[in-house]
């Protein structure tokens, strides 16, 4: 079966084309980086009408990277939610279009869920059971996988998530979005030491998250100095060293009460090499991340969640629908992956 997947949750129009028989067969991403540049975050109108402009090339420059016709798609999936309503709604219309004007299955995939299974994809794909931390730029949680589709969420974020809190220093410092990259190339050249910010919620029981006390705590190290560019960069580390050593607390946290060996590390802030470098320091654990290109959104993750859920006999309703919040555990449990 050859499913092609559709990612418009946010700023990233991504689109994939997956066979259950012989794998990834194509996949192209349009970042929105210099749409939203200019505001320091995600412009939700402009966001909706770039995904309307750059669907439809994306879709055919896929097919034929692929070598496959519109008749060769047996099956769309699409992200349905969570993310942004209007962002949403440009992907649900475009797959449920697509699939009732050639008589084919169309899915709603979880986005969560299309992140953490990312790392199926690759050789060394994790076996069940594993935990996973999922750390974007909307969410940051902890989740126990027993099996597929069947998750136990171990903790959340209570105000901003990672990848939020790092946007929205990187404004704060002049630094460029998005932030999460910014603020690391300006944390290479950091001093270590030069601050020490808190680590939020690590002094308590508990494996919940919260990244805006950092966000303030970088406001009131830079109202304290003169700004300078050696400044910037100081607290630039002092905010990424107190993110990765939160992080990585509460991954040694979340493996030992649930005594698992495997973590998978998926969304865009899986990316960071501190992070990397500090979570495969563990000792005992298997470390499972995606490639760098699927640890951001992607249309890749959703045709094999897509697919995983079709073969297992799931289809959606033909109508247009999107879930701006949807907890992952309301998702059923499913019969193997693709």
Same mark, same amino acid.
């Given at each position: 079966m050859r499913v092609l997947g559709i990612e418009t949750s946010c700023d990233e129009t991504g689109v994939a084309l997956y066979d259950t028989d012989t794998g990834l067969l194509g996949h192209a991403l349009h970042s929105q980086v210099g749409v939203h540049a200019d505001y320091g975050g995600v412009v939700p109108e402009l966001a909706s009408r770039d995904h309307v402009r750059r669907l439809v090339p994306l879709?055919?420059?896929?097919?034929?990277?692929?070598?496959?016709?519109?008749?060769?798609?047996?099956?769309?999936?699409y992200t349905a939610g969570p993310g942004l309503v209007g962002a949403l709604l440009v992907g649900a219309a475009a797959a449920q279009g697509f699939a009732w004007a050639r008589g084919i299955p169309v899915l709603a995939v979880h986005h969560m869920e299309a992140h953490l299974l990312a790392p199926m994809l690759e050789p060394d794909a994790p076996a069940f059971p594993f935990a996973a931390l999922l750390v974007s730029g909307g969410h940051t949680q902890l989740v126990a996988v027993d099996g597929p589709g069947a998750y136990r969420l171990l903790g959340d974020t209570v105000d901003d998530a990672a990848g939020e809190a790092f946007d929205k220093t990187a404004q704060l410092l002049g630094l460029g979005y998005p932030g999460g990259p910014a603020v690391?190339?300006?944390?290479?050249?950091?001093?270590?030491?030069?601050?020490?910010?808190p680590r939020p919620m690590t002094d308590r029981p508990g494996l919940d998250f919260s990244f805006s006390g950092l966000k303030t705590a970088a406001r009131h190290? &830079?109202?304290?100095?003169?700004?300078?560019?050696?400044?910037?960069?100081?607290?630039?580390?002092a905010f990424e060293d107190a993110v990765v050593d939160t992080l990585v607390l509460k991954c040694r946290r979340a493996l030992g009460e649930t005594a698992l060996h495997r973590l998978v590390v998926a969304g865009g802030v899986g990316a960071n090499e501190c992070?990397?470098?500090? &979570?495969?320091?563990?000792?005992?654990?298997? &470390?499972?991340f995606p490639r760098l290109e699927f640890c951001t959104d992607n249309g890749a993750m959703i045709a094999y969640a897509?697919?995983?859920?079709? &073969?297992?006999?799931?289809?959606?309703?033909?109508?247009?629908?999107?879930?701006?919040?949807?907890?992952?555990?309301?998702?059923?449990?499913?019969?193997?992956?693709?």
């Open positions: 879709v055919e420059r896929v097919c034929a990277q692929a070598g496959v016709d519109r008749a060769g798609i047996d099956a769309v999936a690391a190339r300006a944390a290479r050249a950091g001093r270590t030491g030069a601050f020490r910010f190290a &830079l109202a304290g100095v003169d700004g300078t560019e050696q400044d910037r960069c100081d607290i630039a580390r992070l990397r470098a500090a &979570l495969a320091a563990i000792d005992g654990v298997q &470390l499972h897509g697919a995983c859920r079709l &073969l297992a006999g799931e289809s959606s309703p033909r109508r247009i629908a999107a879930r701006p919040r949807w907890p992952m555990t309301e998702l059923a449990p499913f019969a193997g992956v693709a």
